[in-house]
């Protein structure tokens, strides 16, 4: 019964991943849609390398345009704060594990970005910003936070509850002791009753 139950718990774990890993997948399609294509624009502007010069831009044209400019790059890669820790299946229960899969949500948003960045370079009408990588790295870190604890607290309470549960029960009250019918003697018992034996 505990084998079932493993098994089981095994299999959800693996529809999770799989799951995830499809709506990972999708998302990055819809990402490098978005941010891939050509656009057909009169003039496009020089390449922003400076940090935050883009945020102060926007932020000088009015509240408009910086609630539209930070909602993009906070959310383009946002999903990908929740979707890469389960994935790789590290939705583990210590504050170090914490830290680590945040640095590593991190890092792999932030070279999702740069990679996008790298990719604009050959598309026309599209120029590298760096508070796009800045946003979008920002957002993955805002998701993660804001997610991935909360799954962390339900699988802590699911664990409690089950240990709970098999305590309460105790060792003796797992079911029944399977009976295994008894099988009969072989054919080749009476041959090698006849043999002496030398001892």
Do not use: C
Not at 91 to 113: K, N
Not at 137 to 142: Q, R
Not at 169 to 185: C, E, N, Y
């Amino acid at each position: 019964m505990q084998r079932q139950e493993a098994g089981h718990s095994a299999v959800i774990t693996l529809r999770h991943r799989t799951l995830s890993g499809v709506l990972l997948a999708a998302h990055l399609l819809l990402v490098g849609w978005l941010t891939l294509r050509p656009l057909d624009v009169p003039w496009t502007p020089a390449a922003n390398l400076t940090p935050l010069e883009g945020i102060r831009a926007a932020i000088a044209a009015g509240p408009l345009e910086a609630a539209r400019r930070f909602g993009e790059g906070l959310a383009l890669l946002a999903p990908l704060g929740v979707l890469l820790p389960l994935i790789s299946g590290r939705i583990e229960l210590s504050p170090l594990a914490a830290w680590s899969s945040l640095a590593r949500t991190a890092a792999a948003g932030a070279l999702v970005s740069v990679g996008i960045g790298m990719l604009q370079t050959a598309v026309p009408g599209r120029v590298v910003d760096i508070d796009s990588l800045l946003l979008n790295t920002a957002g993955v870190v805002l998701a993660h936070v804001a997610v991935v604890p909360a799954l962390r607290a339900r699988k802590r309470r699911s664990q409690a509850l089950s240990r709970r549960a098999g305590s309460e029960s105790g060792p003796g009250s797992q079911g029944a002791t399977p009976r295994i019918p008894r099988v009969g003697l072989g054919p080749w018992t009476d041959v090698l009753s006849a043999v002496q034996r030398e001892y």
